[in-house]
């Protein structure tokens, strides 16, 4: 009886194991990839700065066997624990992203859409947020950022408007 299980687990797992292949759209210069190149990142810096996590999430990959196994929450939890990592490392460093895969939110939710697609699964939002790392200095850093470089077109903007309305008024 045993032993016809473990025969039956092997034939379901083998069965499965064909149809094996998470298509993951990270769009950018990279497009689809496979879950097994989701952290297949080539940036020494990043890869370097997130050692215990990074790999720790390969392993999680490297040994699943099913798309379901990919979409279980603790290979999730693994890989967005790796991209957590990148993000804070990009920040931290303030190196722009090297590679749309490197400690992005988009890529995350790319991964949770190929399991729906894929296996119906659906990943909870909860299990791929990044969250801004807690010494972040905020937006007020040395770059400016996307809203406060829009505020300071906006200021610029109405103080020129401001002149010729100064101008026409005169
Ligand atoms: C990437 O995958 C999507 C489905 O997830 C598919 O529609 C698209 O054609 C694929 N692109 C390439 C370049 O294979
Ligand atoms: C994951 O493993 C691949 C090889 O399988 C390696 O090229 C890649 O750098 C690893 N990724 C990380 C983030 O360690
Ligand atoms: C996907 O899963 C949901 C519940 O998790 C179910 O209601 C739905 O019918 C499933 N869809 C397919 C295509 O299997």
Do not use: E, F, Q, Y
């Given at each position: 009886m045993h032993s016809f299980l473990s025969f039956t687990f092997l034939l379901v797992t083998l069965l499965a194991s064909r149809a094996f292949a998470l298509e993951i759209n990270v769009g950018g210069t990279i497009g689809n990839v496979t879950a097994q190149q989701f952290l297949d990142i080539n940036d020494e810096?990043?890869?370097?700065?997130?050692?215990p996590q990074c790999p720790t999430a390969n392993t999680t990959v490297a040994a699943c066997t099913t798309d379901a196994c990919l979409c279980d929450p603790a290979t999730v939890a693994a890989i967005t624990t790796c991209e957590q990592c990148l993000f804070n490392?990009?920040?931290?460093?303030?190196?722009?992203?090297?590679?749309?895969?490197?400690?992005?939110?988009t890529a995350l939710t790319a991964y949770a859409a190929a399991c729906?697609?894929?296996?119906?699964?659906t990943v909870p939002t909860s299990e791929i947020t990044l969250t801004l790392p807690a010494d972040w200095d905020g937006p007020f850093g040395q770059h400016l950022s996307l809203p406060a470089t829009v505020i300071t077109v906006i200021v610029a903007t109405a103080l020129a408007s401001g002149c010729i309305y100064v101008v026409n008024t005169m």
């Open positions: 810096t990043l890869t370097g700065a997130c050692t490392t990009l920040i931290a460093k303030n190196i722009p992203m090297p590679d749309p895969r490197a400690g992005s939110a729906l697609a894929s296996v119906n699964i």
